[in-house]
């Protein structure tokens, strides 16, 4: 349920949390942004939703043996905030624009 992302974000003081599925396979990235946009239209009912009610619908990510600068040009360069780097069997992390 999103109260427990929002759970999430606020222990880890973070403002993006990374999703997983049944197989450990990223499934999603959820922002702040995206919980506040469905504050703003479910006002008082919007803890109660799924992520995936919530989630944005598509976002980039780049492959773990591709170099950092490339791939922080590539953030700058598409306007992204964040760019979670995969491995074949798992995320490795998180980059962002402030990096």
């Not at 490339?70 to 995320?91: E, N, W």
């Amino acid at each position: 349920m999103l109260q427990d992302a929002v759970t999430a974000l606020r222990d880890k003081r973070n403002g993006t949390i990374l999703v997983r599925g049944a197989v450990d396979f990223l499934v999603v990235v959820l922002l702040e942004r995206d919980i506040i946009q469905k504050l703003a239209d479910t006002p008082g009912k919007t803890l109660h939703h799924k992520v995936n009610d919530v989630m944005i619908a598509s976002f980039e990510v780049c492959a773990s043996f591709h170099t950092l600068i490339p791939m922080l040009r590539r953030i700058t360069a598409g306007r992204l905030r964040h760019m979670p780097p995969l491995d074949i069997t798992s995320v490795m992390g998180m980059l962002t624009i402030h990096d």
